[in-house]
Structures are given as C-alpha cells and as structure tokens.
C-alpha cells in the first residue's frame, strides 16, 4: 500500500503529461492557450488508518461551481510569488490550514479547465493536525478521502452530461455521499495514473 512521503516523491519525478477538461472531448477543444493561472493544493495528511487526501465541498451559493468538490485553491493574485504560494494562500484562507504545516512535496502536471484557467496542482505533505476553519463564504464542508481509494483506478468512472447543449463526458470518483467530478476528478486520475506508472 502506497502511504509514504517516499512513494510520492518517486512518483513525482516520473514524467507525466498535462491534462484537460477536453481530454475526453476533443471536439470541443478551444483554439486558444488559457490566459488564466491558477493554484490547487492536494492536501495529504497521515492518519492512523493510513494516508489521506483533504478536499472542500463548495459553498451553495457560489456563482461559479456551486456545491462542487474542489481542491483548496484558486485563481494566481499579483502578490503571489509563485503558484505554490497561490495554493498554499487560498488553503489557509479557505481551510485554515497554515503554511507552515505544509511541506512542499512537488507539483502534478497543470490541467487546462474549460473556464479558461490553467491549474497547477502542488502536492502538500501534512505531519501534524490542524484546526479546520472553513470559510462559510467560500466552502461548505471540509472532508477526507483514504488515499487508497483515490489510487484505485477502478474507482473513477466515465459520465456523460448536456454542457452548452452539447453532450460532454467527464471522469467521476464517487466516495460515499461525496460526487467528486470534473477538473478535480481527471487531476486525481492523473495522479493515481503517476502513481502506479512503472
């Protein structure tokens, strides 16, 4: 079972390719380089059963994205050095969790949304609890997922939904009550896919 810093920072230096909200359709790639960066944190703490990945549910009344499983993150803001502290800033303003419990394990390849934003996922190792402090504003819950489920390639699924009158497939990894789907999904298959590449 994979549940070590270790097998994470090997897995990390594989090479892996970026991905896209269009890697399951082509047909509506745009014709132009998204303009727009922006950082996730995929946060992983140690438990006792194991390792574990920490995602949001969104706040309902958000315009964009309303209830939709996310990573903490968002959009780059001039002051931010690079896009690790763009991940490592919303994290805290949207989870509570500080930077400095946060070590830095390295990046996955960045996903190009549909919305136009060009996302860097960095991998933070957490040793130590924290006290979570959702933002209300912004998020709704925060939750835990095994690590090995995540892992499990069997556990992601093809969907297909009407998107601007079109109908669009799109990777799915349910997880109890949670729908996690979408930008967030496909960066978790490329995860597991790095993880258990050769």
Do not use: C
Not at 31 to 46: K, N, S, Y
Not at 58 to 63: D, E, G, I, T, V
Not at 145 to 157: D, E, G, I, K, Y
């Amino acid at each position: 079972m994979i549940s070590h810093k270790a097998d994470i920072l090997r897995a990390l230096m594989r090479p892996a390719a970026a991905s896209s909200d269009f890697d399951l359709n082509p047909e509506f790639a745009r014709r132009v380089a998204p303009v727009r960066d922006a950082g996730v944190l995929v946060p992983l703490i140690e438990r006792s059963s194991g390792v574990h990945l920490v995602l949001t549910k969104r706040a309902a009344h958000l315009a964009a994205h309303p209830g939709q499983i996310a990573f903490p993150g968002g959009k780059r803001d001039a002051q931010d050095v690079d896009i690790t502290a763009t991940a490592l800033r919303e994290a805290y303003e949207e989870t509570g969790l500080s930077p400095e419990l946060v070590r830095v394990l390295g990046h996955l390849p960045s996903h190009e949304t549909v919305t136009g934003f060009k996302v860097t996922p960095t991998i933070g190792w957490i040793s130590e609890p924290w006290q979570v402090k959702a933002d209300p504003g912004e998020v709704e819950e925060v939750f835990e997922v095994p690590l090995r489920h995540v892992l499990h390639l069997a556990n992601f699924h093809v969907q297909k939904r009407i998107w601007n009158g079109q109908n669009r497939a799109y990777y799915t990894l349910p997880y109890g009550p949670y729908y996690i789907w979408g930008a967030t999904a496909r960066i978790l298959r490329g995860f597991a896919e790095q993880m258990r590449a050769p």
